[in-house]
């Protein structure tokens, strides 16, 4: 049965990916509702974006009223909460957008949602039983893990769904306190919510603020690739449209109130990744001199997380959900896809980034 979907901050990187998939590969509808903020980009969406299937709201989710004319006008099924600022360096330097949209936004949609739902147990009791609230989050609200440089047993510690709470950052106390909101309203008024806690993405369409895509195109254009400290940082690569297929899955058979972590079980060193995607740039752009040539160590992030590592048994087992790329897959993918889009990223380019580095006003 068609449902439909309305996905908060879905011009995004995320966003837009569990759009293309519903739209490709589902016949379910989809309400896309963004503010379009300088990491906001239609131009993701244009494979979609023709389809009578899909709808686009411009609205910012801190607007209660816009809130509850979407929901009125839309009638959705299930709500994909993915609306949030989202770059550590970022909430370093300016951590206000990221308390605002973050947090307030995050309780703004759910009470929109509350009293839509409330007044779907009068008026369409089935379809009230049957909606979901999904609101993804980030594994970094767990803090960071043991690293195999300080302890010996490191690499048998992962996040899971229990994992107390420590986040580092203006960005992962702000998403901790998103993740919180969402279990107290499932918890006291009942509102039928799933949790989501995601590895490190990566993938076609990724703002170039992030490290893959930043470390790509100053490849190409001969800039400096800069490593924070000595790029020692682990983390856990998932491929943005496998992290999609999971969004999915998770929203139409997640239990309620479960909480589910995606990774892709890849954990790799920050300086590993920056010298892949030189050799893989090098068999798919050669050139006579090496990529790995333009890798700079730069002053480090402040209070930059070592370790990220997810366990992700429970989805697996429970949905039968697990990644089809391997690292290296999608990174050349990935690596491919940016040789191929030039003119997407070259307006990004032109536009709201240039490549600068963010979060050293601390």
Not at 123 to 129: D, G, I, L, Q, W
Not at 273 to 281: A, E, G, P, R, S
Request: hydrophobic content about 35%; some cysteine.
């Amino acid at each position: 049965m068609s449902k439909t979907f309305l996905i908060t901050g879905g011009a995004g990187f995320i966003g837009s990916a569990v759009i293309r998939e519903l739209i490709n590969n589902t016949n379910h509808q989809v309400v896309n509702v963004d503010k379009l903020t300088y990491a906001g980009n239609l131009e993701s969406l244009a494979t979609v974006a023709d389809s009578p299937r899909y709808t686009f709201i411009q609205a910012d989710i801190c607007d209660a009223a816009a809130m509850a004319r979407a929901f009125e006008d839309h009638q959705p099924d299930i709500v994909m909460h993915l609306a949030a600022e989202s770059h550590v360096d970022r909430s370093i330097d300016g951590p206000a957008a990221f308390m605002e949209t973050n947090i307030i936004g995050t309780y703004t949609l759910l009470e929109a949602t509350r009293g839509y739902w409330k007044a779907l147990q009068t008026s369409h009791p089935a379809k009230a039983e049957a909606f979901r609230f999904h609101h993804i989050s980030t594994d970094e609200v767990y803090g960071d893990l043991p690293h195999p440089e300080e302890q010996a047993n490191a690499t048998d510690q992962l996040f899971t769904e229990t994992t107390s709470y420590a986040p580092s950052s203006p960005y992962s106390a702000s998403k901790a306190s998103s993740d919180h909101l969402v279990r107290a309203w499932q918890r006291t008024y009942g509102l039928p919510t799933l949790v989501t806690n995601c590895s490190n993405n990566y993938g076609p369409y990724h703002f170039p603020e992030k490290l893959i895509p930043l470390v790509i195109l100053n490849a190409l254009a001969g800039k400096p690739l800069p490593v924070y400290g000595n790029g020692s940082q682990i983390r856990d690569w998932l491929y943005v449209e496998d992290h999609a297929r999971a969004l999915i899955l998770v929203a139409q058979q997640g239990k309620v109130g479960d909480t589910y972590n995606i990774g892709g079980h890849n954990e790799k060193q920050n300086i590993e990744v920056v010298q892949t995607i030189c050799d893989i740039l090098q068999d798919l752009a050669p050139r006579q001199t090496s990529y790995r040539d333009q890798i700079t160590y730069v002053q480090d992030r402040p209070g930059h997380d070592r370790r990220y590592a997810i366990d992700a048994t429970k989805i697996e087992q429970d949905l039968g959900w697990k990644p089809k790329e391997t690292f290296e897959t999608g990174l050349r993918k990935t690596v491919q896809w940016y040789l191929d889009n030039k003119t997407w990223w070259q307006r990004v380019q032109n536009g709201t980034y240039q490549g600068q580095r963010l979060g050293v006003n601390a």
